[in-house]
């Protein structure tokens, strides 16, 4: 554990931040298998509204820092070739 001041303030804000990020991971993995699940269920309407919003929540990931701007971009790519294969 760190003695300074700042040293121990910056181990609280890194704990602050790691845990938004995994909720925020987390929210997008599910939101990825929602879109997953209309798509493989058949259902257009649905997968196009889950659509919107998991590439919503990629590309937040993405500039975030969360996710690689390529694996972001690949995800979104797969996505939209699913949505258009329906």
Do not use: C, E, W
Request: hydrophobic content about 40%.
């Amino acid at each position: 554990m760190p003695n300074i001041k700042s040293a121990k303030k910056r181990v609280l804000v890194n704990q602050t931040k790691a845990m938004q990020n995994k909720m925020f991971r987390t929210q997008l993995k599910t939101d990825m298998k929602k879109y997953q699940a209309a798509v493989a269920a058949g259902d257009t309407a649905l997968a196009q509204t889950t659509y919107k919003i998991a590439v919503k929540k990629i590309d937040q990931a993405a500039a975030r820092g969360i996710i690689h701007k390529n694996a972001a971009a690949r995800k979104k790519s797969q996505f939209t070739k699913a949505l258009n294969n329906m």
